[in-house]
């Protein structure tokens, strides 16, 4: 029987996976890759609890606002790369080292 | 019986979907790869979603993340290499401690999550949400629902206003 562990399960290895690409990889649409994961294992946990646990639709709101937020740091984040890769052309983060635009 | 091993087998072939194409998003080599990968990731969510029963939910992540996001993103790996050398690649760095911090955030997750006494209640939701979560964002959530436009608003005009050429 398919139970509220299972996807906590899922969810905590989405997390792990998503903090590994943040961990090693250095080109920075790659990292953005691992922040999106996390964010997925967030929502998964959202929606299971709001199935499982609460039995109303609170968790499924916040999901929503989730997904939002998402969606409008990927635009500014990959606006930030574009512009890094302009300047000092490279995304590696290890080269973005100041301030200075 | 015979329809919920049918129910556990489609569950766990979303997991497998999900979880498997997660890793290669973070250990394959080509960054195009990894930008795919993230693609069926993607559509593994939407699919625990839907057996969440979640159907809204699921279409959302559909349209806005294999829609909005991915595409963005394959912009970005696109504009920030040059086409000519299709190799793309990615490099990983100081694997093996990262590895083994990730092995054990992953345990002590786990073990919280599998140990810890959740209060599993009322029941599923009504399957089609979609009228439900209209009326919460329209009476109870107006307000984060208002202030989600504007930060929207704002990520428009921001983003533009970042990568716009500077003409002096």
Known sequence: ?101 | MDNNLLAQIVFYAFAATTVGSAAVVVFARSLIRSAFALLFTFFGVAGLYAFLGADFLAATQMVIYVGGILVLLLFGVMLTHKLYDMNLKSETYQFWPALIVVLAVFAVLATVMLRTRWHTGSGAVAAPTTAAIGELLMNDYILPFEVASILLLIALIGAAMIVRRRSE
Do not use: C, P
């Open chain 1, 1 to 101: 029987m398919i139970g509220l562990n299972h996807y906590l399960i899922i969810s905590v290895a989405l997390f792990s996976l998503g903090i590994m690409a943040v961990f090693t990889r250095k080109n920075a649409v790659n990292v953005l890759m691992g922040v999106e994961l996390i964010l997925n294992s967030a929502n998964i946990n959202l929606v299971a609890f709001s199935r499982y646990s609460s039995g109303n639709l609170d968790g499924q709101i916040f999901a929503i606002f989730v997904i939002v937020v998402a969606a409008a740091e990927a635009a500014v984040a990959l606006a930030i790369v574009l512009s890094m890769y302009r300047i000092i052309k490279t995304v590696n983060l290890d080269r973005a080292n100041t301030l200075k635009g």
